[in-house]
């Protein structure tokens, strides 16, 4: 447990990274930057916080810049935070994004094994819920792992009985619909994000991808 003081300073930090990600790019490093330092003082002086050390990995994480300096650092900081508390949901979960952003699937499915369904919703977080079901979807069509209809007609039916609010963006689904091309159940699925996404009117946010989308359901007639 962290004392009020550190406590403080955590909370200070968490607000300087929501800050970041509506910001304008100057304004927005400049809050990364302030939210580092802030996560770094509680990790150097408190060095087993698993808390510490899981914002330490996000101020990294959120930070749109990708190089190989940045991912070593992330995954430094998540597995000390791991160590330090391994029943840490929010840590799990941290762990599953970046091993997906890095396209080690396996492992991102391993560590989406490891959230219970459902773990979020009683913290306010029903999005949270559906992002891991729909990285649990991409991580097994990326393997080539065969998608049963009833998982499929589970997960889009929960996502079309979601509030906006408690909706992610489908990001990672678009994008695995799209790399798949015509294969195997592209089709179907490509047929049913695009009905998601013009049921909760977040066609116009997808692009192009919306046009490969629809290439792929006329692709063979």
Not at 7 to 19: D, F, G, K, N, T
Not at 99 to 127: C, H, K, T, Y
Not at 176 to 195: D, I, M, N, Y
Request: charged share 30%; proline share 4%.
């Amino acid at each position: 447990m962290l004392d009020p003081e550190w406590r403080s300073l955590v909370e200070q930090a968490e607000e300087a990274l929501l800050q970041a990600e509506c910001a304008e790019p100057a304004t927005a490093n400049h809050l990364f930057d302030e939210a580092e330092a802030k996560a770094k003082l509680v990790t150097e002086t408190r060095p087993n916080c698993a808390t510490g050390h899981h914002l330490l990995a996000l101020c990294w994480y959120m930070r749109p810049d990708c190089t190989v300096e940045r991912n070593a650092k992330i995954d430094a900081a998540l597995a000390k935070a791991y160590e330090l508390n391994p029943e840490d949901l929010f840590v799990i979960a941290s762990l599953a994004y970046q091993a997906f952003d890095n396209s080690d699937f396996e492992v991102a499915s391993r560590w989406l094994q490891m959230l219970p369904r459902g773990s979020f919703a009683a913290r306010g977080q029903i999005w949270r819920d559906l992002k891991h079901e729909e990285l649990r979807l991409c991580c097994d069509l990326r393997r080539g792992i065969r998608v049963d209809e009833p998982e499929l007609r589970e997960f889009f039916g929960a996502c079309h009985a979601a509030q906006a609010e408690d909706l992610p963006m489908p990001t990672e689904l678009v994008q695995t619909t799209v790399r798949l091309g015509g294969e195997g159940e592209a089709k179907h699925l490509a047929r049913e994000v695009l009905r998601l996404l013009e049921a909760k009117e977040l066609a116009g946010t997808f692009g192009g991808d919306i046009f490969k989308l629809r290439q792929i359901l006329e692709a063979g007639g």
